[in-house]
């Protein structure tokens, strides 16, 4: 079936530095992926919708400066989280749409665990 | 609009019993429906999906969910838990036809008692 891998899985970056989370789709092209950020004992919240060659879609109070989204292929979503701080240690994961219609499915990547110290 | 209810965030039953977990939604359009499973420090796993075809939807692990448009539910059961489905379940709907946006509920934390 479709598979959806995130790299890393796990990073601790220091404060003030940038660190960068790939999204792929591996057996599929995905115009479109998103990006999801998940804090402790909550929900997923979505932050931005990427669009392959495009600039992404950002949902209120996302900022766009900061969380960085490059969607270059169709089988690669990039999220760059630039000048982390402790703030932004989240679990930030993606999805990706495999197929069109009610045949549509979305898989979701692993996710990649982010500590910023 | 859309959103996602999620009635109760921790459910404890005793490993055979039933597993209810409730899911409302609301959306102005025919939505589609998911159960998402999360086990600690892992990503989400679709359990089942409803895309206004059959209204009963069986999925993995032998969960099923109906979809009761007149109860807006979307209620995720299984005849008998397993120690192996204590999880985080969430609840998600999408606008038919589309995938532009997925709204999660906060999700239901199973606990399975030996």
């Known amino acids: 079936g479709a598979v959806v891998s995130q790299h890393p899985s796990w990073v601790i970056c220091k404060s003030g530095t940038s660190v960068k989370i790939e999204c792929r789709s591996l057996?599929?092209?995905?115009?479109?992926m998103f990006w999801y950020r998940q804090f402790p004992k909550q929900s997923l919240m979505l932050m931005a919708t990427?669009?392959?060659?495009?600039?992404?879609?950002?949902e209120q109070g996302v900022e766009k400066d900061k969380f960085l989204i490059n969607h270059a292929s169709l089988t690669l979503s990039t999220l760059t989280v630039t000048s982390a701080h402790p703030e932004d240690s989240s679990f930030y994961i993606c999805?990706?749409?495999?197929?069109?219609?009610?045949?549509?499915?979305?898989?979701f990547g692993e996710g990649s665990w982010l500590t910023v110290v | 609009a859309q959103s996602v209810t999620q009635l109760g965030s921790h459910v404890s039953v005793s490993e055979g019993a039933l597993v209810l977990l409730r899911c409302n939604y609301s959306?102005?359009?025919?939505?589609?429906l998911f159960w998402y499973v999360q086990y600690p420090n892992q990503g989400l796993q679709l359990l089942l999906k409803?895309?206004?075809?059959?209204?009963l939807v069986k999925g993995i692990n032998g969960f099923e969910a109906e979809f009761k448009k007149s109860e807006t539910s979307f209620h995720l059961t299984k005849p008998s838990a397993h120690m192996s489905d204590a999880a985080e379940y969430f609840c998600?709907?999408?606008?038919?036809?589309?995938?532009?946006?997925?709204?999660f509920g906060i999700g239901t934390k199973l606990q399975v008692i030996p």
């Open positions: 999805s990706a749409a495999a197929g069109t219609g009610s045949g549509n499915t979305i898989y």
């Open positions: 057996d599929f092209q995905a115009t479109t």
């Open positions: 998600a709907v999408a606008r038919s036809g589309g995938y532009q946006k997925v709204t």
């Open positions: 409803y895309t206004s075809a059959a209204t």
């Open positions: 990427s669009n392959e060659g495009s600039k992404a879609t950002y």
């Open positions: 959306s102005s359009v025919p939505p589609y």
